[in-house]
């Protein structure tokens, strides 16, 4: 009979082998994790092709609709102001009994409307008519963010955030003849040598035409709470005006 291991020695090497084949499991785990990687490479350089793809039929709608916008939308070249006065009124369509247009100034970027309410006389809000397309639509900056009855913050056409000084009136903190001051002090120090016309009255604010050299050069507004004054830097060149009963 052969000699027989003591029993503490083969738990020895049974130990030993275990430990082998850990070496052994860790070894191929560290061989396999390049190959993992490799992989995991190969995938992700793949992933931005539909993402591509997206982008590319995003800039191919975006360039057909830019193309073909004259085709979905008409387009009526403005270049009087019997044009400008007839596309204004057919916005107005359904306001047109108690509101209408007092005057019409043609710039060389659009025709500005003043629309007035005929049973006050107050001066309701203001229109844009641009000339190379003949869209209409509301004036932006203090027409829309100071009118306190047709405005943003009243409801220019069913407007949304409703009035934040209750019942909209013309009878502003800051007068007329206070607007006309400041608007001259704000253009000594911004435009010298122009200067002030006299105040058209709204809800919430003044828009008051602008001369120089004995010229009309432009326009500007006064908050009638505020006393800020706000340029108007969308009009071009002035060009004419006309005014109606």
């Given at each position: 009979m052969g000699e027989r291991k003591p029993s503490g020695l083969v738990i020895l090497e049974l130990?030993?082998?275990?430990?082998?084949?850990?070496?052994?499991?860790?070894?191929?785990?560290?061989?396999?994790?390049?190959?993992?990687?490799?992989?995991?490479?190969?995938?992700?350089?793949?992933?931005?092709?539909?993402?591509?793809?997206?982008?590319?039929?995003?800039?191919?709608?975006?360039?057909?609709?830019?193309s073909l916008s004259p085709l979905l939308y008409s387009t009526t070249k403005v270049d009087s102001f019997e044009q400008a006065k007839a596309l204004a009124n057919q916005y107005l369509t359904g306001g047109s009994s108690v509101l209408g247009i007092t005057e019409i100034m043609e710039f060389s970027n659009n025709f500005y409307v003043r629309v007035q309410e005929k049973?006050?006389?107050?001066?309701?809000?203001?229109?844009?008519?641009?000339r190379y397309t003949g869209r209409v639509m509301p004036e932006p900056g203090p027409n829309m963010m100071w009118n306190t009855k047709y405005g943003m913050m009243g409801g220019m056409m069913g407007g949304m955030m409703g009035t934040s000084r209750g019942t909209p009136t013309a009878d502003m903190p800051v007068s007329a003849q206070n607007a006309s001051q400041y608007a001259h002090e704000?253009?000594?120090?911004?435009?010298?040598?122009?200067?002030v016309?006299?105040?058209?009255?709204?809800?919430?604010?003044?828009?008051?035409?602008?001369?120089?050299?004995g010229r009309t050069y432009g326009m500007l507004s006064v908050n009638g709470y505020t006393d800020s004054v706000w340029y108007h830097t969308w009009h071009g060149k002035f060009i004419g005006t006309v005014e109606y009963d």
């Amino acid at each position: 009979m052969g000699e027989r291991k003591p029993s503490g020695l083969v738990i020895l090497e049974l130990s030993n082998q275990e430990e082998g084949n850990l070496e052994t499991s860790k070894y191929s785990t560290r061989e396999k994790l390049p190959c993992s990687s490799r992989s995991d490479m190969s995938i992700k350089s793949h992933f931005p092709t539909p993402a591509l793809l997206v982008l590319v039929l995003g800039l191919v709608a975006v360039v057909a609709v830019i193309s073909l916008s004259p085709l979905l939308y008409s387009t009526t070249k403005v270049d009087s102001f019997e044009q400008a006065k007839a596309l204004a009124n057919q916005y107005l369509t359904g306001g047109s009994s108690v509101l209408g247009i007092t005057e019409i100034m043609e710039f060389s970027n659009n025709f500005y409307v003043r629309v007035q309410e005929k049973s006050t006389g107050i001066n309701a809000f203001e229109l844009l008519v641009d000339r190379y397309t003949g869209r209409v639509m509301p004036e932006p900056g203090p027409n829309m963010m100071w009118n306190t009855k047709y405005g943003m913050m009243g409801g220019m056409m069913g407007g949304m955030m409703g009035t934040s000084r209750g019942t909209p009136t013309a009878d502003m903190p800051v007068s007329a003849q206070n607007a006309s001051q400041y608007a001259h002090e704000w253009l000594d120090l911004n435009n010298p040598g122009a200067k002030v016309e006299d105040p058209d009255t709204f809800y919430g604010y003044y828009t008051i035409d602008v001369s120089k050299d004995g010229r009309t050069y432009g326009m500007l507004s006064v908050n009638g709470y505020t006393d800020s004054v706000w340029y108007h830097t969308w009009h071009g060149k002035f060009i004419g005006t006309v005014e109606y009963d």
